[in-house]
């Protein structure tokens, strides 16, 4: 057994250059969600160049890749995830691999694009540890399912109502080929100063957070702004409906039970100064930690919407769409606790659930139906680095790209190892 752990360093180690380079490609020409087409044709490209038993693009209504390769023994069907999109930032950073690329995002037109999340890396490392997989073949026992999906930052252009994993849940070559076991790494940023490659696992809730995010839409009537009593103004009702939703979650949750935020982050309405506006627009989310309260949520917002709404005789549409908790499967994460501890090393295996615990993906999709594993890999600068690391979503985000071998090894542990007594 403890070749099979030097051969996953040793094959690990073997694509790390590559890993790097890919990565400073993708992060150069970032893709926002369901655009990611110069993205998965790589990915595709290289699985196939793998020899990749089978391999499926197009995928999650977009352009999602499924490749599964099969091993030289029987066994079960393993899944590793990693998302592809980008987001609408301008990138700061000063790093020669720097982001200038923009593309459409919906009404605001062309959009400066970023890597901001990480998700370049998390491509990357999964084609890296693929390569290396494949290399393991004669080792392998089962199959492993690599799930590149788009949109894991929702929506694109346009609101589609579903991210990028719920659709691809739905996928024929997904529900045929199920995996027994997931496994997926987000990289971290609010860790201390020289952590890189810690890897952050606990058994249990992971993220603890669950979301509904929403799209608004108030109808009014236009008309000319010097008789505003002729139309019916769809600004001044979207702004009272903004204060009124201040209200669900300070007046309608317990806060010390049930940890909620409710925030807008848009709102579009009117068209020039003299014009009754007809349309307001807003998106948000409600993050919150009581799965129970689930429909409650909801039912409270769209109350507040509707009624406010009324009052000012317009009418609103909502659109939802729901992401659930992360959690992570205890037998699981007890079984690959002591094999990562041969690859990546004990003191780099981190069970901090604070660490984690503001993380929310849509990769909870796949763990709802098959258990699952949700680890982060820190990688925050050392204290000696030029670059300093900022936290994901910030245009100075910067990645320590010696954490990437812990985060390789990880999902080439996890893969190769699943099944097998330690
Ligand atoms: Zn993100
Ligand atoms: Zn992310």
Not at 201 to 228: D, E, R, T, Y
Not at 314 to 338: F, G, H, M, R, S
Not at 364 to 383: H, K, R
């Amino acid at each position: 057994m403890e070749k099979l752990f030097e051969q996953i360093n040793r094959h690990s180690e073997e694509v790390l250059e590559k890993t790097i380079a890919w990565r400073r490609d993708f992060h150069q020409h970032p893709e926002l969600g369901n655009q990611e087409i110069r993205t998965s044709k790589i990915i595709a490209e290289h699985l196939r160049s793998l020899g990749v038993d089978e391999v499926y693009d197009h995928l999650g209504g977009s352009t999602g890749v499924i490749g599964i390769v099969h091993g030289a023994y029987d066994g079960p069907t393993v899944g590793l995830r990693a998302d592809m999109d980008a987001l609408p930032i301008k990138e700061i950073t000063k790093v020669p691999f720097a982001s200038t690329d923009t593309q459409h995002w919906g009404d605001q037109g062309e959009v400066p694009v970023m890597h901001a999340c990480g998700h370049d890396i998390h491509t990357a490392m999964l084609m890296g540890a693929a390569e290396a997989i494949c290399n393991m073949r004669n080792s392998l026992h089962g199959k492993v399912m690599f799930v590149f999906q788009p949109a894991e930052e929702h929506h694109a252009s346009d609101w589609v109502g579903k991210s990028g994993a719920a659709a691809m849940v739905e996928e024929e070559v997904y529900i045929q080929n199920r995996p027994e076991a997931f496994f997926a790494l987000h990289v971290e940023t609010d860790a201390p100063e020289g952590s890189a490659g810690d890897v952050v696992l606990v058994p249990g809730l992971a993220g603890g957070f669950c979301m509904w995010i929403f799209k608004l839409m108030i109808h009014g009537k236009g008309g000319h702004g010097a008789s505003p009593w002729v139309g019916t103004d769809a600004l001044v009702n979207g702004a009272e409906i903004l204060l009124g939703l201040q209200t669900v979650i300070s007046r309608n949750v317990d806060v010390y039970h049930n940890h909620a935020t409710l925030s807008i982050g848009t709102f579009h309405s009117g068209k020039k100064f003299n014009v009754v506006s007809d349309l307001t627009t807003m998106e948000g989310a409600i993050r919150f930690t009581d799965l129970e309260q689930k429909d409650y949520m909801k039912e409270r917002v769209e109350e507040t919407v509707n009624h406010i709404a009324a009052s000012g005789r317009c009418t609103a549409d909502l659109e939802w769409t729901w992401i659930p908790p992360l959690y992570n499967d205890a037998a699981l994460v007890a079984d690959i606790k002591p094999k990562l501890a041969k690859t990546i090393g004990a003191e780099k295996i981190i069970e901090d659930r604070e660490r984690i615990f503001k993380f929310l993906d849509d990769y909870a999709f796949f763990m709802e139906e098959t258990p699952g594993i949700y680890a982060t890999l820190s990688v925050v600068n050392d204290p000696t680095d030029h670059y300093k690391t900022h936290q994901i979503h910030d245009a100075d985000f910067h990645a320590n790209e010696k954490a990437f071998i812990n985060g390789i090894k990880s999902l080439v542990t996890f893969a190769v190892s699943y099944g097998i007594d330690k």
